[in-house]
């Protein structure tokens, strides 16, 4: 295939993330059991890796990943057509990039959840885990992107993805300059500018100047675009918008904030919902419903995923609607999650006595109002998704959420979508949910009622509204579009290289305006 300006436009696709599509298991001899990832991500790499050459470094995790790295000489090794590379940090490394900076801080910072009277504390072992986890593994990941694709004469495009590898681009630049293009995407939100004062400067400016040395960088809406740009102007003040909203020139670089919604993988989703386990846990479900209605809740055990406000909105629901006690129950189906950590603990244990409270106030030993269920089992997931007459999608602040999109594909009773308006799906889907704010109780229960009393022949077209905006984009186009762009940005970086350049070139430095 040629590209529009001659390049060969058969490119290297390189990703880098800190899960891994495999997960590897000793099985002796060296002999590795594989087992592949559930995420979209892998499907729709999977398609590409057909047309093209596709390498995947990421983090070893398990025991068995160590030893698959190790067994390899820490060499990119081909499994199902992608090209995988482990790097193997040391545990106490990994411990403070993971949970010291990514996610107790990282996370928290980028979805608000802060106590803030009490957290953060940027104590002496932050700024170690900073140093010595954070920044090493980072680093460690450019090396061994920039070991495997140095002598590449194809184009070379990067897409680290998510808060866990901020620096990736900073460390790739230094090793091979305008070599590579460099194209992160952040799957959670970014904040307004004033989120980010809860940072130290240093981390902040390392954070920012870092993602500045990309070619472009994708987030899922428009918003987390926007306060990007916003967030660079505001602490970098060599950074200059030009009075654009998505692009940003820093130290002769021009860099642009992209949107690009990610999406469900959609002939996946619908063959899943026909197999026949999904099959046998739709009937399990619809037995233990009866003729009750269905409130379902399907989430990762997060604060941010507001799992404890929608169990009160439940109950009050209950209180103010008493003509639903008997005839309806909510099913919430949460996903083990950080367990280690006592606030993901201690937010459990919150749920769990919320519901207890809802059932010890309304039961009448038949009916059970409350039900949830822990546990990892996405076949069932997606059998309750068939069955809801309401979904709740009520995150306090979410990337994209992808149980929303899910959900209205492969819904089958016209359930009716009730959605965050901070989630990021609220961009695509919000004209066809009813939309609540995350942190009002009382209109989350009127949208329950609304929801449950809404005439059948709405909820009809509400739902196949739903169905169609979900069927319009794909996995596989999500990332496609990616590719596309980093592909173009290759190819203009190219054609000016072979253009004498001109003088009249405006750097960041002569110009005073923002
Ligand atoms: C991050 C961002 C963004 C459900 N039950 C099980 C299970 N699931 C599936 C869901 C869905 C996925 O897990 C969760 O995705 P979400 O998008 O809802 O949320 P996060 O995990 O927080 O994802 C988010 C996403 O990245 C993609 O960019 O949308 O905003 O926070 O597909 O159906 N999966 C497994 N077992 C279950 O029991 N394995």
Redesign the pocket.
């Known amino acids: 295939m040629e590209a529009r300006d001659g390049h060969s436009d058969n490119p290297l696709i390189v990703i880098a993330s800190n899960r891994g599509p495999f997960r590897f298991r000793f099985v002796g001899e060296k002999q590795f059991q594989v087992k592949r990832g559930?995420g979209g991500l892998v499907t729709a790499l999977s398609a590409l890796a057909a047309r093209h050459d596709v390498l995947w470094v990421a983090c070893a995790m398990s025991p068995g990943d160590h030893a698959w790295a190790l067994a390899n000489n820490d060499r990119a090794q081909s499994v199902d057509d992608i090209s995988l590379r482990l790097v193997r940090p040391q545990a106490e490394r990994y411990d403070q990039y993971y949970n010291v900076i990514s996610n107790p801080l990282l996370w928290f910072l980028q979805h608000q959840l802060w106590d803030i009277p009490r957290a953060p504390m940027v104590t002496e072992e932050t700024w170690r885990a900073w140093r010595e986890g954070y920044v090493t593994i980072n680093r460690q990941f450019a090396q061994a992107i920039a070991d495997a694709v140095r002598d590449s004469e194809r184009p070379v495009l990067v897409f680290p993805q998510d808060y866990h590898l901020y620096l990736v681009p900073h460390f790739l630049r230094e090793a091979l300059g305008d070599q590579v293009i460099i194209q992160p995407f952040l799957?959670?939100p970014w904040p307004s500018p004033d989120a980010w004062r809860v940072l130290p400067e240093k981390m902040r400016t390392s954070l920012l100047t870092s993602l500045l040395a990309s070619d472009r960088i994708g987030f899922?809406t428009r918003k987390d675009a926007f306060y990007f740009v916003q967030t660079c102007r505001f602490y970098l003040a060599d950074a200059h918008s030009y009075g654009h909203r998505d692009r940003i020139t820093y130290q002769g670089r021009e860099v642009e904030a992209h949107s690009y919604p990610?999406s469900i993988d959609i002939d996946r989703m619908e063959t899943l919902a026909q197999e026949p386990e999904t099959r046998q846990f739709r009937g399990q479900v619809a037995r233990s419903l009866g003729e009750s209605k269905l409130i379902l809740r399907?989430?990762?055990i997060?604060p941010s995923k507001n799992i404890l406000r929608g169990l009160v909105a439940y109950r009050t629901l209950l209180e103010s609607y008493p003509e639903h006690r008997g005839k309806v129950q909510m099913l919430s189906?949460l996903?083990p999650s950080r367990m280690e950590v006592g606030e993901y603990r201690d937010y459990l244990r919150d749920i769990m006595a919320e519901s207890g409270m809802i059932n010890a106030q309304f039961s009448d030993g038949d009916w059970e109002p409350s039900r949830i269920v822990v546990?990892?089992?996405?076949p069932?997931?997606i059998a309750a998704m068939q069955l809801y007459d309401v979904l709740l999608v009520n995150p306090i602040t979410?990337?994209?959420?992808?149980?929303a999109k899910?959900g209205a594909l492969v819904n089958e009773q016209d359930g009716v979508l009730i959605l965050s308006e901070s989630a990021?799906a609220f961009y695509e889907l919000g004209d066809q949910a009813l939309v609540i704010s995350p942190f009002d109780i009382y209109s989350t229960v009127e949208a329950m009622h609304l929801a449950l009393t809404m005439p059948a022949e709405e909820r009809q077209q509400r739902a196949e509204q739903l169905q169609s905006l979900v069927r319009e984009s794909d996995i596989r186009q999500w990332f496609k579009n990616q590719v596309d762009d980093a592909l173009l940005s290759f190819n203009n970086h190219a054609s000016r290289a072979s253009t004498p350049e001109t003088p009249d070139t405006v750097t960041s430095a002569e110009s005073s305006t923002g």
């Open positions: 559930a799957h959670i899922q990610i399907v989430d990762r997060e189906l996903v546990g990892d089992n996405y069932r997931a979410d990337g994209m959420n992808l149980v899910e990021g």
